[in-house]
């Protein structure tokens, strides 16, 4: 296929359609037309001759169809050659029909046109032929994709409620008021119902597949390339809001608007909003932010004393309606659990908790059952602001302690993680203090929350130091029936958190875990909590090292004492006798035999007999008896290492599976 022969084929069309036998003659160019355009489009110039022939009427209703179904742009359109078809609304020797089928192409190729500028500017042309009922549904849709602020105006507004008034209820009329509700509320005074379905499809599926094919066929750039038009290519107005049954969040409207406002309506993408963001009105009702991602992107930017105000009264308000002045039967539970899910995601998003929201949790904590709303509140309780210890306790710790001592290992687990997380997040903010220290700003203000004043009285890191103090002293000490995996694995990730921020910040004297903790790691029948307490220790035992290095250059004095040191060399010693020196509850040579009474060493050492040195060795601890099992048969059999962890790794995909398949 030639394209080469197109131009030619177009040129002819206007000088072969005066012959007698046109008919023949013109099916036969539009044939062999349709051929080439199909594969390889129009340029800009052949569209507009074209439509030249087009407009110019000569030809047969079904001709000019068929060219019309020609015009595939291969590249961008000129917005002269559709505002050559506005030119031609008025032309006699066009019908309506054909008129209508022009117009859908230009609702098809809108988002290839180069510049819309002047299309923009003929607003009011389109508009004005909105009496003419055939053309009346295409002319809408084309409106919509236009429509920018400032072409609602109030005479239109009254022109299409008059047009519905006297031709009856028409959706595209409809949908065209909407959108000029969307952009002023105040203006469109008539009561919209919400459709379920667009009013606004693709005019032609096929028509536009074949539009994009050629498309993406000769472009490289893929921002050509866009979805059918079911939607408006506009900046969608209002996100699409999920009808729930307890939804009283307020929707976002923004009143009382100019012509050069920016409402979040217009906003479709987080890249306009960047480019408006100082620009931006905010909406009559800034409760909307609960139920706005692009609202709290404005919040987070720029949050005013005013905004959050006005958001927290809102919160408040509604918490104390639902939660203490309302019966708490199941509505007002959906509508608690509604509101508490929408707080933490912008909580999680904002990574700050409200004021107001904080105030909420130190008082529903004290009557908090721990078993309502349980996931939401630990995910709020890890973004709280730190503050004096004191009130820090009495207000969140202690009421969680009673509840604690009477709820299940997973109940456990959840607050233990919760703990974790929180400390997570003191040890960000910690940081960026910490940061301001070495600058030499030394102001505790700076540690004042973005959306309100929740500055601290006293030390920031003695906070932290009691708070983990705390954690280690209460939650981290366990009943015995309670000591499950699960549990296990939460302490350690609060061990651990822990641990690196004292050693990152030296944010106070080094606290270690408590001796319990140690003695279950060691002990546990699982390999996952030895590695990890082990791994901890290694920890520790580098910053001793590095705290000497530093005290004996520069004259720093330690941040650890001689009776802390003893407290380190015992455990590490237990645990070196245990696994390689075959020393089991030794207590020489600085270690403490796990602190066991000597009674029941005496016990464990009747029960092993002869087998009691390497109770604890890598051989028969409980944690390490499987992969001993697994190494001891493959030695047996003469097998190098490689072949060990091969056979290992088979075993213990095999119980993985046969476990997998008993919980399924």
């Known amino acids: 296929m030639d394209i080469k022969r197109i131009q030619p084929l177009i040129m002819s069309l206007d000088e072969i359609i005066k012959d007698k036998g046109r008919k023949i003659t013109v099916k036969d160019q539009i044939d062999e037309l349709e051929t080439l355009v199909q594969w390889h489009g129009l340029e800009d110039t052949q569209i507009a001759e074209l439509l030249e022939v087009i407009i110019k009427g000569k030809l047969d209703d079904y001709d000019v169809r068929k060219l019309i179904k020609l015009l ?26 054909i008129q209508v089928l022009l117009l859908r192409w230009v609702v098809l190729i809108y988002g290839f046109i180069e510049d819309r500028s002047k299309i923009y500017r003929l607003y009011g042309v389109i508009f004005h032929y909105l009496e003419y009922a ?35 209820y028409e959706p595209h009329i409809q949908e065209l008021l909407k959108l000029y509700k969307d952009y002023f509320p105040n203006l469109v005074t008539i009561d919209i119902q919400p459709s379920r379905s667009t009013t606004f499809k693709c005019p032609d599926i096929a028509w536009y597949q074949l539009i994009n094919q050629v498309q993406k066929r000769w472009n490289n750039d893929k921002s050509l390339l866009h979805m059918p038009l079911t939607r408006p290519m506009i900046p ?32 479709s993408d987080i890249r306009q909003l960047a480019s408006n963001i100082d620009k931006v009105e905010l909406p009559n009702q800034l409760a909307s932010v609960l139920d706005h991602r692009m609202l709290q992107h404005v919040i987070v930017s ?35 659990d509604f509101l508490l899910n929408k707080l933490v995601t912008m909580t999680e998003f ?71 997380d929180l400390l997570k997040y003191w040890t960000l903010l910690y940081e960026g203090y910490y940061e301001g220290i070495e600058q030499g700003n030394q102001d505790y203000e700076d540690l004042d929350n973005s959306l309100g004043n ?26 015995e029936d309670d000591d499950q995996i699960e549990i296990q694995h939460a302490i350690l990730s609060f061990i651990e958190i822990s641990t690196l921020l004292q050693l990152k910040y030296g944010c106070h004297k080094i606290v270690f ?67 390689w020196r075959n020393r089991p509850f030794n207590k020489f040579d600085n270690s403490d035999g796990f602190q066991l009474d000597n009674d ?54 095999n119980i993985v599976q046969v476990k997998y398949k008993t919980a399924t």
């Open 454 to 479: 929740l500055s601290i009285d006293g030390d920031y890191s003695l906070t932290i130091r009691k708070f983990i103090d705390y954690v280690n002293r209460t939650v981290l000490i366990m009943p």
């Open 302 to 336: 720029y949050p005013e004393r005013i905004a959050i105000a006005r958001i927290s009264y809102w919160i408040d308000q509604y918490l104390m309606d639902t939660v203490y002045w309302s019966d708490q039967n199941t509505t007002t539970k959906m509508r608690i």
């Open 600 to 653: 029941v060493i005496s016990q464990i050492q009747k029960l092993c007999g002869e087998s009691y040195s390497k109770c604890l060795s890598l051989t028969h601890l409980p944690s390490l008896a499987f992969m001993s099992k697994c190494y001891t048969q493959v030695n047996e059999l003469g097998k190098p290492y490689d072949e060990y962890q091969v056979h290992f790794l088979k075993k213990l995909q």
């Open 513 to 579: 875990p408590s001796y319990s903790v140690i003695h279950r790691s060691f002990f546990s029948t699982y390999g996952m909590p030895l590695s990890r307490i082990c791994g901890i220790i290694l920890w520790y035992e580098d910053e001793f090292n590095k705290c000497e290095r530093e005290a004996s250059i520069g004259g720093d004095t330690l941040r650890y004492n001689i009776n802390q040191i003893k407290y380190f060399n015992s455990f590490v010693m237990d645990i070196c006798n245990g696994i």
């Open 72 to 97: 595939i742009p291969r590249k961008k359109v000129s917005e002269m050659s559709v505002i050559k078809i506005f030119g031609n609304f008025g032309n006699r020797n066009m019908k309506y029909s």
């Open 134 to 168: 055939t053309l009346r549904p295409i002319l809408c849709h084309l409106l919509y994709l236009v429509t920018r602020r400032e072409h609602v105006k109030s005479y239109r507004i009254r022109k299409l409620i008059e047009l519905q008034t006297l031709a009856g």
């Open 236 to 267: 969608k107005t209002m996100e699409k809001r999920r009808k729930i049954e307890h939804n009283d969040i307020p929707s976002t409207r923004t009143y009382n608007v100019t012509q050069k406002s920016i409402t979040l309506e217009e906003i």
């Open 350 to 420: 904002m990574k700050e908790l409200l004021p107001v929201i904080q105030e909420f949790l130190m008082k529903y904590i004290h009557s908090w059952d721990g078993r309502e709303y349980h996931e939401l509140i630990f995910r709020l309780l890890t973004f709280l602001r730190p503050g004096p210890y004191n009130q820090f306790y009495e207000n969140i710790l202690k009421p969680l302690q009673s509840i604690y001592n009477n709820s299940s290992a997973s109940w456990k687990t959840k607050l233990i993680h919760c703990y974790t």
